[in-house]
């Protein structure tokens, strides 16, 4: 079956068929459409939707219900992701499985609402207290908006850790084709941790704290262990790579603004590629450095740069350091979105054409 | 030395680390005495198996070493929250909230009062000791005017920081909740008094009637600084002369509130629909959208084509898109609509995009056109300059042509607006401007399927299908013969 409908919406539909529960949340733009499709669509499937008064309480609901041992989301845009930092570091503490979907927009402070990708840091590398970590996706089209809210789920589950789905308000709010799965997804059952209320799991305790410091050095201990095995999930896609001279190492919506620019390139005979993370975390640290071994690198972001450091952290951790040490990047911020005739001209500077 | 079984909790207390019976709370505190009535009232009612307690920080934060029941330890303050997201997720179970006055009374506040606004269906437990316990015997909302705390080193001055917090007498202006009670633990009767409203709580949440809130006042002798005997005497008479005991309202025995009860009476004018049901994703998705497209299929040898449809909020201009959209995707073209949005949704200029190709679409954006829509002047002298080589704009005829477009670019003036007045039909515009790239042949793709696409764009308003079917007709036999 296929729909044409608002990738926001695309994330509604995902979760329903990722078996998801409930759904917490407060309106913000430009996220504010999931809240929609979700207000309509949970109930008629008997399913729940509450519209909380403030986003700490969404993060603390689902605190709640996914201790209770349900799938269960949000969606927000970046205050409202601040605001729910406390809550993400509470459900990775206790190792609960939710998913946040953040419809990145503008900031710092109020902002605006036209896309960015400036909430990379809290999205990728956890942005509340303490050592724990998300698994993040970042979908670039209506179709993934949907798919990557269901693998947001499974990973969710596989991993007991909170998944946020990391998208921007340009995704949010544009319409294409999206093939829906044909069988919804059987729940996942979380009787031998969840506090359930059912005889079974009476004795089952939810909770992040550790007052003893030794056993909460073996908990982080076991977190740590747990983020490297996340590793064997990571994703990432290449374009027109192969042969390229210029890789262009772009996420989301950004990596769409980089096909095009390769594409264009190509066009002029100049050999470009795009490497495109689809997780952000894990980091598809070993791709990107068989994608970029002994080429430029240039970054196509729409922050200050948070994303361009990761790339290089990410190559240097890998053992390239010439190429981490030679990234380039374009970038726009405050709601602008970096333009393929842009990305043209720097890639053509980086290749000296 | 004999063991005396106690109801409902854990026999010896190994989550603590120690394998004792000692709890962690101070001699002559409320916090203990209320422990050991909640276990009882639990384990009395068989409710164990189906309780989950959300457990607080502060004070009461180690219940869970206690009460043999399921737990979740929520964060500070959001306990209201999570025991939520728990009777929600579980409303088969007995859910029940355990909170201090930091936690409830301040920086929980508002997530315990909205809860009890929505009528959750669980029962919480306010711990009232007037100050904070565990961080050092700080100021709480609660605390007493005069009253000594480590942050009210002279004694609280309502000047500065106002009166003490009373929570029942808050929450009972809420319609929702079907128990508020204050009770004390500060001597036998009180505490005989105090389980049997606990005994309440359970009850209502046995029988999933919602939300409850029981206040329970409690001695803090460590943080009185004073002996159990005097931190007892303090809350009989300090604290309850400040916040009197009584049960404001039980629904079920006939104590509700007055001004509640004429409160329900007048808000009943709207009526809430009832949700229709189905069984499945794929049934609920399954619906046509009258246009029912095939998914898209690579054709490399369709080339790109990008349109910006541009005008003021109103005059139909994102649907305009859409509905090209939609005639795109019947053939099997990759296809992508993007609207501005925000505070321009409000008023003011509205524009769109839409981007159609015969392989996967990579940018999104629409930096220069090959076709232009533009229905009023502002839209097109911002856009005008950015048309491709070769491209189209049509632009209505009201518009002054200001500003000429590229070399290559062609330009055609349609009276839309006015032509939609004269067919009486003055919302039509946007369906003039459908007609128009028809009769100039500028979107590339099949007449019928611009057609179709327009049609199921009234899906909801079946009545003007007809209508608009003949308006583009008309319109495109007018820009035709002209």
Redesign the interface.
């Known amino acids: 079956?296929?729909?044409?409908v608002k990738s926001n919406e695309a994330v509604v539909?995902g979760a329903?068929?990722a078996g998801c529960?409930?759904y917490?949340g407060y309106p913000i733009?430009?996220a504010s459409e999931i809240a929609h499709g979700a207000a309509k669509?949970f109930?008629?499937?008997?399913r729940?939707f509450?519209q909380?008064?403030?986003e700490?309480?969404s993060v603390?609901?689902?605190?709640?219900?996914?201790?209770?041992?349900?799938l269960?989301m949000t969606a927000t845009s970046g205050p409202g992701f601040s605001l729910m930092q406390?809550?993400i570091s509470?459900l990775a503490g206790?190792e609960l499985p939710a998913v946040i979907v953040d419809v990145n927009r503008a900031g710092p402070g109020l902002g605006?609402?036209?896309p960015e990708q400036s909430d990379y840091t809290p999205a990728v590398k956890g942005g509340g207290h303490g050592n724990y970590q998300t698994f993040t996706l970042a979908p670039a089209s209506a179709q993934e908006m949907c798919d990557f809210t269901i693998k947001a789920f499974q990973m969710a589950a596989k991993w007991r850790t909170p998944a946020v789905v990391f998208a921007d308000g340009?995704?949010g709010?544009?319409?294409?084709?999206v093939?829906?799965?044909d069988a919804?997804l059987p729940r996942p059952d979380f009787s031998e941790w969840a506090?359930?209320?059912?005889?079974a799991?009476?004795?089952?305790?939810?909770?992040?704290?550790f007052?003893?410091a030794a056993a909460q050095e073996v908990f982080n201990e076991h977190l740590q262990r747990k983020y490297e095995d996340m590793a064997a999930d990571a994703m990432a896609e290449t374009y027109l790579a192969a042969d390229a001279e210029l890789i262009i190492v772009a996420f989301g919506?950004a990596s769409?603004?980089?096909?095009?620019?390769a594409?264009t390139l190509r066009r002029k005979g100049l050999k470009v590629g795009v490497f495109r993370p689809i997780t952000l975390n894990p980091f598809p640290r070993e791709r990107l450095a068989a994608a970029a071994k002994g080429r430029k690198i240039m970054t196509i972001e729409l922050d200050a740069g948070q994303f361009a450091d990761d790339v290089r952290l990410n190559l240097a951790k890998a053992g390239l350091g010439a190429e981490a040490a030679n990234v380039m990047m374009i970038h726009r911020m405050g709601g602008q979105?970096v333009?393929?005739?842009d990305a043209v001209k720097a890639a053509k500077m980086i290749l000296g054409k | 030395m004999k063991t005396i079984e106690q109801k409902g909790m854990y026999q010896k207390f190994p989550r603590s680390g120690k394998d004792t019976r000692v709890t962690h709370y101070c001699a002559g505190c409320g916090h203990g005495i209320v422990n050991k009535l909640v276990a009882e009232c639990c384990a009395e009612m068989g409710l164990q198996d189906q309780t989950i307690f959300v457990d607080p920080v502060g004070c009461g934060v180690f219940t869970y070493y206690y009460w043999d029941a399921a737990h979740i330890s929520a964060a500070h303050g959001r306990a209201s929250a999570a025991a939520t997201g728990v009777s929600r997720a579980r409303p088969d179970a007995v859910t029940i909230a355990y909170q201090g006055d930091g936690d409830l009374g301040a920086i929980g506040f508002n997530n315990a009062f909205q809860a009890a606004s929505r009528g959750e269906k669980f029962g919480c437990i306010f711990i009232n000791n007037s100050l904070y316990g565990m961080t050092g015997g700080q100021m709480a909302p609660t605390t007493l005017e005069g009253e000594k705390t480590t942050t009210t080193p002279f004694g609280r001055d309502p000047a500065l920081t106002g009166h003490p917090l009373h929570v029942c007498e808050v929450f009972n202006q809420l319609q929702a909740p079907v128990y508020i009670a204050r009770v004390s633990v500060a001597d036998t009767k009180r505490i005989m008094q105090c389980k049997q409203a606990i005994k309440r709580l359970f009850e209502i949440q046995r029988d999933h009637k919602g939300y409850a809130l029981l206040e329970i006042l409690a001695p803090c002798p460590t943080n009185f600084r004073m002996d159990p005997l005097k931190a007892a005497e303090f809350c009989k008479n300090e604290m309850e002369a400040e916040f009197p005991l009584g049960t404001f309202r039980d629904v079920d025995k006939g104590v509700t509130p007055e001004a509640i009860g004429a409160q329900h009476q007048a808000s009943a004018a709207l009526e809430v629909k009832s949700v229709p049901q189905v069984a499945s994703c794929a049934e609920l998705f399954g619906v046509s959208d009258g246009v029912d497209a095939p998914p898209a299929e690579d054709d490399p040898s369709v080339p790109e084509r990008r349109f910006k449809f541009a005008g003021y909020g109103g005059q139909g201009i994102l649907s305009l898109g859409i509905c090209v959209a939609e005639a795109a995707r019947l053939e099997k073209r990759h296809t992508l609509w993007f609207p501005s949005y925000g505070p321009e949704q409000r008023g003011g200029s509205a524009s769109c995009s839409v981007v159609v190709s015969g392989t996967p679409i990579g940018s999104p954006t629409v930096e220069h056109p090959d076709v232009l829509v533009c229905m009023n002047q502002p839209s097109y002298e911002r856009f005008v300059g950015d048309v491709k080589k070769g491209g189209i704009v049509i632009v209505d005829a009201s518009v002054p042509i200001t500003k000429q477009p590229p070399e290559g670019v062609k330009l055609y003036q349609v009276p839309a607006i006015q032509m939609a007045e004269d067919f009486g039909v003055p919302k039509a515009a946007n369906t003039m401007m459908l007609a128009a790239l028809r009769a100039f042949k500028a979107t590339g793709l099949d007449d019928a399927h611009l057609e179709t696409a327009l049609c199921a764009s009234f899906k909801k308003k079946p009545q003007l299908v007809e209508k608009n079917r003949d308006l583009l007709h008309r319109a495109e036999a007018a820009l035709l013969n002209n």
């Open positions: 079956m296929t729909k044409f539909m329903l068929y529960d409930l917490f733009t430009p669509w109930p008629m499937l008997g729940t509450v909380a008064e403030c700490t309480a603390n609901m689902m605190f709640g219900a996914a201790g209770a041992g349900k269960c406390e809550g509470y206790a605006n609402v036209y340009l995704q709010q544009m319409m294409e084709a093939e829906l799965p919804e506090a359930q209320g059912e005889p799991t009476r004795r089952n305790l939810v909770k992040s704290i007052l003893d919506i769409r603004v980089a096909r095009t620019t594409e979105v333009t393929v005739d």
